[in-house]
């Protein structure tokens, strides 16, 4: 008897993963909830863990490729069976549906295209926001596109009507309209509202044999293409302060033994930070609040994103609430979010509902910068790294450590005056951290 190896539910927003990576070979054996695949969505990388005990089956989907909720990847066999699938479970049909159009691609693009070339098509074999299986070759669309489909569309201007479909009943799918953008200008020509980017010229011989072309993983994409997104949105303006950390680190380092020894996690500046934002956004509300269509959103309530670099890429888990949570209990989130995103581990809901987001690029050694806004939110804040400067204090040049703030914001929303009194604000709860405490 075998017992089926099914994607997850993915989270709110996610309609599709990539195989990143299998971790056993068919014949292997597995424990129960022993990991056994790994997932790339275009917010988190998870882990798929066994049903059962047993050894792994066959594997129906391989590394690279796309697929969506509650598809089959794959199956968990008894002891001693050899990989061989059980007949009688009901889902055989359509996994071998599933794996027979996967082997017909390759072969109807083999006489003009090279293997190499092969994989993003593959890709299609999952739709983003239809539910189908994949339709056989040459297929043609049926026009009742997902919402993807049609966003791909209006920004590349490849008519779906012009790709074979490989979703139920011939519909287009994401995977495919990838594919047909893939092949170049001649048969994807951007639309007039669309800035895509241009044709990579040849490298030279000499310089080609010595490149190394790796396929974007679904998170670098998603960051690569919502940054873009943002710029091409909002009118995003910066604008920078810079703050004395005298004090804070003062404070830091008189209380970071007993605060460790008493909550379990060190002292660090980003609940100083995250405390003053919260503040400064209560006075300047606009710089929480969003657009939506013809109207502007103001939230009364502060998830504050709190950007962390993992070496897939940037991802942003969402401190909830924070306004009721203490420095104490900043920090513990923060912490718990750190270790998560480098062990890969992050929750999709982790990272959905931010209203405004802190990046630090001081930990690198960022003097400055201007970050991008992460959409839809109309305001982030750049922390960058302390610096010992001379500053003037009572008529006397001082060396102070030093640090510049700046303060991306989407000016449709937020006007310059509204941004300076953000940042004044922040800056004076930071040098002044009792106003923290006595919530001034």
Wanted: hydrophobic letters at 40%.
């Amino acid at each position: 008897m075998a017992t089926d190896i099914l994607v997850p539910t993915l989270g709110e927003s996610v309609s599709e993963a990539t195989i990143g990576r299998w971790f056993k070979k068919p014949g292997d054996a597995v424990a129960a909830d022993e990991p056994i695949v790994e997932l790339e969505t275009d917010k988190v990388t998870l882990e798929v863990n066994a049903p059962a005990a047993g050894e792994l089956g066959e594997i129906l989907v391989q590394d690279g490729e796309t697929v969506e909720p509650g598809a089959l990847l794959g199956s968990i066999v008894e002891a001693g069976a050899g990989g061989a699938r059980a007949p009688e479970k009901p889902r055989a049909d359509k996994a071998e549906t599933k794996a027979e159009s996967r082997s017909e691609a390759p072969k109807a693009q083999a006489a003009d295209k090279p293997a190499a070339e092969e994989a993003p098509a593959r890709e299609s074999a999952a739709a983003y926001g239809n539910h189908g299986e994949a339709a056989p070759a040459g297929a043609r669309p049926s026009g009742d596109h997902g919402p993807a489909v049609a966003k791909l569309a209006r920004e590349s201007g490849v008519d779906p009507s012009s790709v074979n479909g490989s979703g139920k009943d011939g519909r287009v799918t994401k995977g495919d309209m990838l594919a047909a953008m893939a092949k170049g200008p001649a048969q994807a020509a951007p639309a007039k509202e669309a800035r895509p980017s241009l044709p990579r010229a040849p490298s030279a011989p000499d310089d080609a044999a010595r490149e190394e072309r790796v396929r974007m993983t679904k998170l670098r994409q998603t960051i690569a293409r919502r940054l873009k997104d943002a710029q091409d949105t909002a009118a995003m303006l910066t604008t920078f302060n810079d703050v004395d950390m005298s004090a804070v680190m003062a404070m830091r380092a008189q209380y970071k033994d007993i605060f460790e020894k008493k909550h379990g996690t060190k002292l660090g500046f980003m609940g100083f930070f995250t405390k003053a934002v919260i503040g400064a956004l209560k006075d300047v509300p606009a710089v929480n609040a969003e657009i939506d269509g013809q109207d502007i959103v103001y939230k009364n309530y502060y998830h504050v994103g709190i950007a962390v670099g993992t070496d897939k890429g940037l991802v942003v888990p969402v401190v909830r609430d924070a306004d009721d949570l203490s420095i104490a209990g900043i920090e513990k989130k923060i912490a718990g979010f750190g270790k998560k995103a480098r062990e890969g581990k992050l929750s999709i809901d982790e990272m959905q509902g931010g209203t405004f987001t802190i990046t630090n690029g001081g930990i690198y050694g960022s003097l400055m910068s201007t970050p991008i806004l992460n959409a839809p939110q109309s305001g982030i804040l750049g922390m960058h790294r302390i610096e010992e400067r001379p500053v003037v204090r009572a008529g006397k040049i001082e060396a102070r450590p030093m640090m510049y703030l700046a303060l991306s914001y989407d000016h449709r929303i937020v006007d310059g005056k509204e941004a300076v009194t953000f940042l004044v604000r922040v800056k004076e709860a930071l040098e002044d951290p009792a106003r923290l405490v006595l919530d001034l």
